[in-house]
Every structure is written in structure tokens, then in C-alpha cells.
């Protein structure tokens, strides 16, 4: 007997244990991924009570009857994204797993008999299936139904789920031809077949390790559960376990932000409760520290009023109720019965009929529903949290308000080069704004519902967010590689009754130049007011052009200062990088002193931006639309801050809202800006800023201290200070008696 | 003994018999104006239970309360609209409105001796003023404690019932200091010290009407009471019953359009039921035909959504819940007991402390309020309804759209140049638009909160709505007075359960050309589709360029021709009325044949526009912007289809509502057009649109017979038809069995 062989055998031999150790945790009784039996009996009594569940459950029926009134369709495969028989095999994977979850609930064979059919239509069909005729040439991720395989793993997701509902109900025929044509293919397919997505620390990863885990499960397989759990090689290199170390933060942050974070959560959510269903001893909730419910908890802390931060590629009107989230908030609220989840689920407004759904449901019906608590926070970024991170301030005390502020990782293709950019939020409403992505979802006339070419050439280009662009180039000259490679360093954080305050630096952006940004949110208590502070240090080791753009929600009101406008001819403000799609309409040049730009936004409340400029500042006002042949652009409004020939610059303004403009009551309060001085200076590590008010003169200081001590004292306006936080706030009396 | 003397004495004679006659009228109890004693019984019950008004009346308390905390501050008039004094007189008189109301209902004399020390103060400080320092030059119209004496007579309504609501709680010589040196001076500066604005027939004749009769029914003046109704020669040619004569239409629709009705509403309102309630045998509310109360309910059919349709000079946020209308809703409520009004008070979400306003708080208490039926209607414009017409199309067969089309009379100063123009409303918003009024009430940064310079040069021009522009000339050439003298004519209007339709005509907007436009909403109801037809014809005895433009509300997705587009510089359109302020983005020519534009709007809806075009139509497409150096405009979008050297011409055109954008979802629905066919055809006087939309074809007749016999037989297709009504809607069978 040769090595090889020996091997070959002890391999064999290996794998006969692994299956003999683990087969004890493969399920014997169906279904028992994310919906247990024991699940299936509490849903069954509660579809006959009153409440929300039973109207779900109603609502499910009724919608599913009409399309099972309509013959099967099981096409050939043919067209994209967004094609024909890619929509339909998309539409018949959610019709399989809700005939499924209704024949389990109702026991009514009618519904297990249409996945079966289905099933069966899908098993004559898949073993007559090559790649698919529409996927991408030399892609590793072809799919066989679909283009990409990564909606093969959606779909076996959903299948495999589907499949488990109705085993019982099938014959050993059926179960035969189902597993031996169709799902065991597809699992194969999916796993050995392409080894290089199934490994890879990934979203497209998880989905489909999390169809082939759970495929192993229901058709005793328990291998394929391991090879899901740790790689194609069980090496632990790959697979779910490795992506639930890598692709979030500690604190449950995904790289990508919240438009992907929604979208890669529910995979994770499926098959984490399919293991601890099927394998609780693996504790797959503690994992790491419970980073499943982390994940979880953080997709809503990055919302605002109902949606996500739109940062990077992101559809702006994508919120809370995204269906991903409406299962990782019934699995949080289920794995902790903390109120404020049911809170998320009543804004979501949509029931699943699930074990977890079922608790949901009948909590809501309980009234037990508690404000789900919405914190100020910073997200490291990056597996090891260390990459940047992603900051969220928040203040309650003159309406709901909120910066997002962002020295976090490039977050891999669909990043922005937006680094230190920053957006503001008050009132349910968009203050200083981030274009999101450039995108009409699935609109056939707008380049075929895809990502349009504006989103390259505008929507990720560093002027198109609000933070520092060199010589008109965008951050790592708008390099993905190099933006991976090269994060923000969070300097500090930190949240108290004061106010939220943050410092974030980076010097691979541009090559010899360090831009630092310092934020802060300030609550100026006896005014009920609260501003926003935004110091952004340039220095560069050689002259450059600086530009600072502020885009802005709303109607210009008006500014302090002279303004050359182009009243009957426009054009571009510049040739690339995203300046080819801004119209140039006026520019300024305001003297020393207080620079002010104020807008009117749809709520009705006035917001005024004020700079403290040397003199050297030009405002370049700009509105967008520009080289945009098919009108694919929105035609938003900014206004740019831009210095020249400068080795070194700071930009300091302050953000304040203020007034009412209510035409349809009559009466608008305080339309003016009520900053009245501001003044910044130094103290050794204490940055002053030294601001007036409606009358109040404030001192804001802050800490700027490296870790360690960080008690400052300083004096100002021969006053002794003393400061032991990174924030502080000091009501300035002017007028001692 | 000369004649002239004896007239006088004669005059004399008569003004003492008509005292003696009408004395018996007078109030010989407080109060008793708006609010009576039993009314006030009735309310002191009210605020002890529980229920809205209870809590409107807490909520006033506690508002009043707080400003009663204050000192009291009549200060020496100074300031122009917007300013410091003008504002504090209009807070003033509101302030003791309240508290005059608030010691009737709590019997707390504290209310009572905080308007006594206001009056007395206002008593000190009036015989003193002369004409306001602020005053128009030359103006007839000046105030003394207001710049113009409009807002003086505003006070007087007001102060007058607050007045009446703490007679009883002042001492003899009070009275005689506060009527002596307040109230009759300001009465009589309002009637015999401005007689032509006294006399006149005008929205601000009424204000003084209604006040100086409302101090003649307090302070037993019956003299003044017969002059604010029949003006101060008593000759009927003036005065109260007058204005409501000629300010409204048969129907009560008020010339100058919602926005300033619902202001003109509030004297009406308050001083007929002052009237109503002094002289009951005067039947005013029967007046006219119950012309009071069409007014109210007229005010409210001219809402969408709750808020006014946006013509003329308007400010577009204004809607139902104004106080105006609040005050007229709870009288027409009270004169009716229509539950409809109360479906309208529930939206106001406002109760007034009166006897009117209690009645709707206890109906709404009792859960009576049943939807208000709004209605398919035109409004004859003019005091003899016959000055062209209002007319508003509505359909709920496929969400709550609304057709609003203006074939009205210029409607005065305010009135703007768009005869048969039209506007489209669909689920709440609006889909083509009308700018409204270009102002920023109050605002003083944006031109003093007055109706801004681009009013006259943009949103009053023609280009500006969606109406024919012959030669680059608005209407009229933009001449109001000649605006004034020449309305259009309504041809017909009819309304069924296939749809809407109106078609009118002008030939003295511009010498020498006859415009006529026909529009319908037809209900396709086999598809569950709402369409409006347009078409517009002009016939002119020279050769012009003419440009229907259509202002529209969302974002463009998709034209079916080539577009040449403006990339990199923007030029202004035109040079004046109006197109200097377009900027011209792209043009097309698309050929003979439908031509397509889509737009998506903010709701998610899919609008297509389909044209009928002959290949010599071109489409201009302009965003508003040009030449306003001070960012006064809204950035809106239109096209513009031009036609040039042309005597005669035919814009045909079907606007289609269609499909879903929901990205939040994911999904995407009917974004194409469905309209595959459209051809236009006349036979004899009827009007032939066969559209195939959605693989349905329909034949669509409107009957343009002139008054008199209505049926009409005709062939289309080889099929025979009858239409014995305005609109017909056939779906044609074209594969027949």
C-alpha cells in the first residue's frame, strides 16, 4: 500500500468518525432549521386567536391561494437580473418556502402538494442545466438558474427550508428524485463546485455556506455542515464561522455600511438559528462574543428615522423595515426580550410567521413595546475594529437630531472615497447630505436598473460628499485597492450630557498631506439649542488647491456676503473626478471674519452655516447635473469652500439651526442666524472655540490630549478653566456684576 | 329757509327715524356678537367635561397665561409689516381676543382687568397717532396703529369682540375712556375717515365693514351698522351685503382663487353671524341664497390633499386647516349639521372657543364625522358666474387623482396669465404643477418676506403653467386690467362615472388667435387606469410660435426620441416674460407619432406623457434657475413643446399614471408606458380618441355639439356608435369571435 493511498484510506476513515461523532445532532424530524416542531405547535394555536400573528398568517394565506391558482411555472433558464425567468425562479423559491411555512401551520397537503410539484418540475429540470447562458464570462460565480450563483444560494436557501416544511408529507419516491436530482446537485454545485466563492470570507460566502450548512442538515449530510462551519477543507481558513470573525467589527459593524450590512445579515440570522436548532451545543449565539445579535443590534443603531445612513452605495429610501432586518429583530428580540426591539418591529409593521415572529407578534399584541434606545456611538471598523470607524452622534434636546461622522474603511467596491465626510440630520429630515448611490433599482430605461455610470463618475468621487478634496483629485485618486488598504485612524470619541465630540485623522488619502477632522455635536442647554463644531485641518508638505463642499438639503436663503452669479450662462465647475457634474452658479470671496450661508429646508426650519474665514476662502455654490446626457443625476445644491497655493489650512464652521418658516400659519421666527461671534484659538492641547449665540457667549473646549492623562487647565479671558473631558462647555459671563 | 338746509334736516330727520326703527336690534346684552350669552352657558358646562373643547380651552389657558406673565406693551407705531410694533399690535389684539373669551368661560376677573389695562392703554396712546410714519405715500389706505389701515380694521374685529366679552366687568367710566377715546375714533377712521376703502367692493372694505359694524351692534351705534351694510351714503351701491353680491360667484367661488378666499372667508364669516345673531330677521345666511355658507364650502372643494390648489399668487403650503377656515368650517357645521364638515374639522385638529365651535368639538367627541364629499365641479367665476369658470376633475378610481383646469378670469392683482392651463394631482401630490406665488412670507431676507421681484417676472408669465404661449407674449401682454375685462368662455363641463370632461375657449389673450382647449379624466375602468386627455387647439389668423410647456414634479427617466442635450454650458431659453428664467437643458424633435416622456415622482409613481406629435413639434426641456441672482426660484423641471409659423395647431396629448418604484422593497413595477396606440379623428361635432393601452383598445368620444340636442350617432371602425352625452368611453373588441 502506497502514501497516497494510506491517506486516501485514513481520510476515508476520518470522515466515517466525523459522520458517526456528529450524526447524533443531524435532525430526524422535520422541520428543524429555523422553525422547530416545537415552534410549529405554538404557531398552530395562535393562527386560531386573535392578534397579530393570525392576521399575518391570513394576510400569507390569502396572497399565496392567488398565485396557486396559477400553473407552475418552472422556466429555462435565459435572462438577467431582472429578466423573465430570473424574476420567476426568484418568485418561486419565496412561493415554495411560503406554501411551506402555510402547509405546516394549516396542514392542509394542498400546499405541501405545490412544493412538491414545484420541486419536482425543478428536479426534472436542473440535471438538463450548463451554466447559465447569461452570466459573466470567465466569472468563478456562474450560477445554473441564475447568472450568479450567488441567487443559487438565495434560492437553496429559501428551497432547502421549503423543502423541510413539507418532507413529512412526501414519499420516499419523491424524497428520492427531489434529493438525488435537485437539491444534493445544487449543494454540490454550490460547495465543491465552486470553491472559490463557498471559501471566501464573504457575503456572497455566507449565503452560500449557510444553503449548503443547511442542506446538510435536513438531508443528513452532517459533513456538509462541517465544511460550511470551516471550509471546503474544513480548515477553518474559510467558511461561516471565519466570515462571522472577519466581516464584522467586535462591535457587529460591517464594512460595507448599512445598505450591505441589511443585506448580508440575513444569511447569518438563517443559519445561526438553523445551528442552534440543530447543534445548540455549539453555541453559535455566544460566538464571539454574541456578535450574531451584534450584527443585528448595530443595522438598526445605523438608521435614522426609519432608514439607513446612506453612506456608500447606498438606495437612500432603504430603512429598518427591509425584510432582513424584520427577521434579525424577531431573532434579537426572541434571543434577549429587550423592549426597544419590539419598538423596531412595530415601525417595521410586518410579521413573520416563524417561532421568533410568533413571540414578536404576541409582545406587540401584549403592548409591551418600549423606545428602542438610539445611542451616540463609534463603530470600529474592520475585523479587528481598528480601521477607522464609523461615528454616530446624537441629541434629543432640540428634536431628533443627528451627525454621521465618517473616518471608517473604504468598505471594498461599493465604498466612497469619502473619507472624514460627514451628514447631518434634524427633524426626520437630511441637513448636509450624502448623494447615496446613483441608481434606480431595477428601472429597465435608467441603464437597466444597475448601478449607473454616474455613480462612478459622481456618486463616489470625493466631491460628492463633504469633506476635503486635494487638486481636484479624489481620495486615493480614487484607487478601491488602495482605499482598502489605507483606513482613518479615530483619534477619539465621546459622548456625555455636553454633547458628542470626535477627532479622526488620515494621511494616505493624498500622498503628503494629513487631513484631520475634529466634530462635534453641542448641546448649549439653557438655549435648547445644539450646533454642530467642525475643525478640519489640511497640512501638506507642499501647495495644493483645497476644496470643502457642503451639500445641503433645501432652498438657499441667503449669505453675508457679495456673490458673482452666472445668470445666463452656466457651466461645469470643473473636467473629472465628479467636478465635470457641478454647474457652477455664483462664487464669493467674503472678508475676514464670519462667513454665512443659510437654507430653508422642507420641514421649515432655517439652517445657517457659519465660517470663520481668513479672508482667503471662496465659496463656490454649485448645483448638480452637469455632463449628465440622460438626466440620471439629481439636481442637489452645495456649496464649496476652497482655498489655493496653501501648505496648510483649517476650515472651522459651525452648523446652527434655527427658526420656523410656517407660510401656511403665517408666521416664521427667526430667520436670522443668532451666531453673533465666533473665535478659535489654541491652548496647548485645548482647541477654544469661543462662540456667541442669541446672546450667550459659550466657551467650547476641547481635550485634544494623546491617551493617558487628560485633566487640561487653562486660562481664557483671564477666567481659570479646568477640563478632565474631551468636551466641555462653559456659559461665558460677560457681564459680572 | 334755502334748500340745501332743508335737505340737511330732512337728513337728519331720517337718520333719527332709522335710529329709533332700528334701535330696537341693538344688543342690549354683552356678549353678543360671534359668541352670545347662551352660547357662553353652553361652553362654561363644556369646559368641565371631558372632551376637545375641554382641552382647547386648557390649552388656550395655559397659552394665554404665560402671556399675560409679561407686561403689557402698546407700543408707538413704527414699524412696516413683519416689524417689531406691527407684529406686537397683531399679537395684542389676538391676546385680548383670548383673554376676553377666557373670562367668559372662567369668570376669573383676572382676564377681564388684563384687557381693561390694554384697552386702556391702546385708549392713551390712539388719540395721539397720526398717520402711521410707515404709511404707503399717497396711499388712501393708511392706518394709524398699522402701516395700511387693513390690519387696522383686522384689530378692530377683534378688539371689538373682546371688548363685548368684558363689558361687564368694566366700570361706567372705563366705558366711557375706552369707547370715547378708543374704540368710536377707530371706528369712525375706519368708515368716515377712509370712505373709499369703507365703500368699497373689496376684501379690505369688508374687514372695515365688519369691524365698524360689530362696534355699532356693542356700542349701540345702529347708524354704523347700516352703513357697513349698505355703505356709508347708505345707498346699497357699498357695503357688507354688497360685497357679498359681486366678490362671489353664484356658487361662491371668490375671483382671486383659494389662497386669498379663505382670507377674504374670515370677515364674512364673523360678521354675518354678528348679524345673524343681532338681527336674526334680517336672514342673513339665507342671503344670496345662502351665499355665506357656499363660500365655506366652496373654500373647502378647492383643496387637494388639505391644501389649496395653488393658482394665482399663492403660497403653496396653505391649506383647509387655516384659521379662516376653521371659523368658517365650525359656522358651516353649525348651520347645517353636515358630517361632512366635521371629517374636514378633525383634519383642522383645531377647536375655537365659541358656540359654533363647540357644537363640532361634541359632535367629533361623538365620533360623528363621516368623509366630506368633494365633488367633479366648475365654478362660474365672476359675481354673475359667468366669467369663464374653476373647473376640478376628480377620480378615486385609481387612488385620489385630481384634474385641475382653469379656464377662470384673471382674478385681479393677484391673478396670474395662465387661461386654460391645467394641473394634475395623484396620491396627495402634485404631479403637473403650477409654481404658485414666488415669496417667502415673512422671510425677511428674501425681498422683506414680500412677493418677490421673480412674481412678476416668472410666476405670474404664462411660461410659467401649463398653457399655450403665443410668440414668447404672456396673455394679455401681461396687462392685468385687460386680464380683468376679457375671461375666457366655460363650453361645457359634465361629469359621470366614465369621467370628467370641459372644454373652454378664449380669443382675447392674444389679437387675432382663439385658443381652445379641451380636457378630460376619463376612468378606464376595466384596467383600473385613470387617464387625462388634453387637447389644446389654437387657430390664429397670422403665423406665430406657439409652446404649450408642462411643469412637472419628479424625475426624468425616459424619452422615446433623440435628445440633443446641453452637457457642459446652459444658455436662458429666452430673454423675457418669464423664459429668461429657463434653462434650456436638451431638445428633441421626435418624428410623426407618439412621442414619450416619463418622469418618477417623489410617491414612487411612473407618469408618462404621450404626445400625438406630426414630426414638426419640438420638446424643449428647461429647469428653472436663469437669471435669479439670489436663489429666489425653486429649481424646478418642464418641457416644451414648440410649434413655429404656425396659423393653426393641434397639441394632442394622454398623461398616464403607471407602476411602482419602491426600492425600499426592492421592487419595480410597470416603469414602461402601456399606451401602444393613440390617434385622433373628428366626426361631425364629436372629438375620437382611440388609445390601446395595456392591449386594451378604447374608443373615447367627447360630443362637442353646442347646447341643444346631444345625441350623436357615428362610425368608427366599421362599427356603429351612439353618444347621447358629453364623454363616452367604448373598449373596442378588436379580435372579435
Redesign the interface.
Known sequence: MNTPILLSKLKSLTLIIFTLVLSCSVQASHPNLVITQADVLDMRKAINEQGRFATAYKNLKAKVDLQMALPIEVPVPKDGGGGYTHERHKKNYQLMYDAGILFQLSQDKTYADYVRNMLLAYAQLYPTLELHPARKVKSQNSGKLFWQSLNEAVWLVHTIQAYDFVYGALSAQDIKRIETNLLKPVALFLSEGQPSTFNKVHNHGTWATAGVGMAGYVMNEPEWVEKALYDLEKSGKGGFLKQLDELFSPQGYYNEGPYYQRYALLPFVTFAKAIDNNDPQRKIFQYRDGIVLKAIDTTIQLSYSGLFFPINDA?K???I???ELVHGVALAYSLTKEPGYLDIAKQQNQIILSGNGLKVAQALDQGLAAPYPFISVAFGDGSDGKQGALVIMRSQLAGDQAVLFKPAAQGLGHGHFDKLTWQFYDQTKEIVSDYGAAR???????FG?RYLPENESYAKQTVAHNTVVVDETSHFDGDVEVGNANAPVLSYFETSSRGTVSSAKIDTAYQGVELKRTMALVNLTELEKTIVLDVFDVVASGEHQLDLPLHYQG????MNFA?S?S??????LGAKNGY?HL?L??RGLPEQGLAKV?W?NENGRFYTHTSLVNGQEEFL?T?L?????H?NL??EQAFVRRVNNKKQHQFISVLEPHGE????????LD??SQVTQLSYSQQGEVMLINITIAGVSYLIAINQVPDGSIKQNFQYQDQSFSINSRLAVFALNDDEE
Open positions: 438606495i429610501s432603504k430603512g423595515d427591509t425584510i434606480f433599482l431595477n428601472v429597465e430605461a435608467k436598473g432652498q438657499l436663503i441667503d456673490l452669479v445668470t445666463d450662462q452656466l457651466s461645469a465635470q454647474w452658479k455664483g443659510s430653508l455654490f448645483q447635473g452637469a455632463n449628465d446626457p438626466f439629481r439636481n418658516y410656517n407660510p401656511g400659519k403665517e408666521y416664521t430667520a436670522a
